[in-house]
């Protein structure tokens, strides 16, 4: 009986977090647009619901709607498998998350490098994706995407082991409280730049586009399909951007913690914090979507192995030696 | 505990039938994947026993670097397309033979450790070792490699860099005629390095060199 208690909670509380983070990745999409719509002059969506927030429901009502095509020389399993991949991967990466120091649904020791492997884990819904569907662009797209995130996910290792030297755990919950006195972002600032930048490429945004880029590959691993497979992967894209906001503000930006532990914002609830901080990445990743044009695949890994790789190890070095000379290491 | 189980045997189920997956499977690709499949179902049996930063690493490194690579090549190579040659009939006759040569040999050599497999006394000892409960695994892990293994692991690291310079060289060939792009030369030039202002005469032109 106890048993079958803590299961049904548990899905409670599963289902506390999934909603949320659903609702909010169609609000974020919203956003998205209308950033990018106020860099360009432009108004965005703006007809449906009060400012246009019902956008995004719209569209994912259309798709919904529409029929599945399903290409005749596709291997079919693998074809419908790669979006349900993407988007299942994007979501349980959130079950680690802390939103506060009670609110986690799995407090576990791995935390970081559950993480890392499940976003390392995101390159499959592509790439299954663009094999599966049998044709010259998604296939392309999906080879490209593949090395891309591969090369990027080393350099965000390396800079994850920074934060890891500051902290002593792997466990996110640590690493937050670790920030009480000082925020990472400060001493690990060029870390955080490259995190940043390395996000944006792990996440296909531009100006790391490439595995979709329109005028070169249509639109990479996803030509080929249509209707709810394509919001599928599309959500799964959007969570996992999320996701990566979510992870730079607790490695980087203290999480739940507020900024200063003062009067009119030590009162608001730490989730309130991490969400801010959230949107705060997401808003630069939205500019930068808006103002910077695309790099070309030779520039891309350039920057990728040979700036990157050597920086963030230079700094793992940089960091340890500076923690061990002044006797700053923890545990 | 029944939970544990019920869970553990899902996860071997699903590991031993992928692994058997990986050989019958008639496209390369698919045997791919079934790869990746037990890799994960693996990783899942570590975290069971309590190993989890073995098996978050077995993901992050088998499942999230070393079978894409392997995606890539049997994608790239389109051995998709030839299908398995094994189930090719008129070609099952001739690798038969050398199939079971080889499985032979390995199950004899497999006989022969399993029978002579003796564990170390110092090893027993240390199995009664009590565990530090307070620690976390992967504290442990990297307190010992860190201290007592260091050179082990520095020599480790070593060979793999040796591997990985090695793959290079043995693949790195100097192509001429590519158009490299060098920031520096870039942002270093000047206007009157790129323009020239010439006085051209009434019918006869420029003559432009490059």
């Known amino acids: ?331 | 505990m029944i939970a544990h189980a019920i869970v553990f045997y899902i996860f071997s189920l699903i590991a031993i039938i992928s692994a058997v997956m990986v050989t019958v499977s008639k496209n390369t690709v698919n045997s791919v994947f079934f790869l990746i499949l037990d890799f994960i179902s693996i990783s899942c049996l570590f975290i069971m026993i309590g190993a989890e930063f073995l098996g978050m690493i077995m993901l992050i490194v088998y499942v999230g670097a070393v079978a894409v690579l392997f995606l890539f090549v049997v994608m790239m190579l389109n051995v998709a397309e030839q299908k398995n040659e094994w189930f090719n009939a008129s070609k099952r006759s001739s690798h038969i033979p050398v199939g079971l040569l080889v499985s032979i040999i390995i199950f004899f050599e497999l006989i022969i450790v399993i029978g002579g497999w003796k564990y170390k006394p110092d090893l027993i000892d240390s199995l009664a070792i009590e565990i530090n409960t307070e620690l976390t695994n992967t504290q442990s892990l990297g307190s010992v490699i860190y201290t007592d293994y260091v050179h082990l692991f520095q020599i480790s690291g070593m060979i793999l860099l040796v591997a990985m310079i090695g793959a290079i060289v043995l693949t790195f060939r100097e192509r001429s005629g590519v158009k490299r792009q060098s920031y520096f030369k870039q942002i270093s030039r000047e206007r009157n390095e790129g323009i020239e202002l010439i006085e051209v005469e009434n019918n006869k032109g420029v003559k432009i060199d490059v």
């Open chain 1, 1 to 331: 009986m106890t048993e079958l208690i803590i299961f049904f909670d548990q899905i409670y509380k599963i289902l506390f977090l999934l909603v949320p983070v659903l609702v909010s990745v169609a609000m974020i999409v919203w956003l998205d647009r209308r950033v990018w719509a106020f860099v360009q002059k432009r108004r965005g969506p703006n007809v449906v619901g009060p400012f246009g927030l019902l956008q995004t429901l719209a569209d994912a009502l259309k798709y919904i709607f529409k029929e599945i095509i399903i290409p005749a020389s596709s291997n079919k399993v693998i074809f419908i498998l790669a979006p349900i991949v993407t988007m299942t991967l994007a979501l349980i990466a959130w079950a680690v998350i802390p939103f506060s120091e009670t609110f986690v649904l799995a407090d576990i020791n791995v935390g970081v490098l559950y993480l890392f492997a499940v976003s390392s884990l995101g390159v499959y819904g592509i790439i299954m994706g663009g094999w599966a569907s049998n044709s010259k662009y998604p296939f392309l797209g999906a080879i490209r995407s593949a090395a891309q995130m591969v090369s990027y996910e080393v350099s965000i290792g390396v800079i994850i082991i920074n934060v890891l030297l500051c902290v002593g755990s792997l466990n996110l919950s640590d690493i937050v409280l670790a920030q009480q006195n000082l925020w990472f972002v400060i001493p690990l600032f060029p870390m955080f730049v490259i995190f940043f930048i390395s996000a944006l490429a792990e996440t296909n945004r531009p100006p790391f586009d490439l595995p979709e880029a329109e005028a070169e590959l249509v639109a990479g691993y996803q030509t080929e399909y249509s209707g709810m497979m394509y919001a599928m992967f599309w959500l799964g894209e959007y969570a996992n951007i999320l996701l990566m906001c979510a992870m730079g503000s607790i490695l980087f930006l203290g999480g739940w913690l507020s900024p200063i532990d003062i009067f009119p914002f030590n009162v608001i609830p730490a989730p309130i914090w991490l969400i801010l901080k959230i949107l705060f990445l997401f808003i630069l990743f939205a500019l930068i979507k808006a103002i910077v044009p695309r790099y070309r695949y030779d520039q891309l890994m350039k920057l990728g192995w040979k700036i990157f790789l050597p920086l963030s190890l230079i700094y793992v070095v940089l960091t340890a030696s500076f923690l061990m000379y002044f006797d700053l290491l923890p545990g």
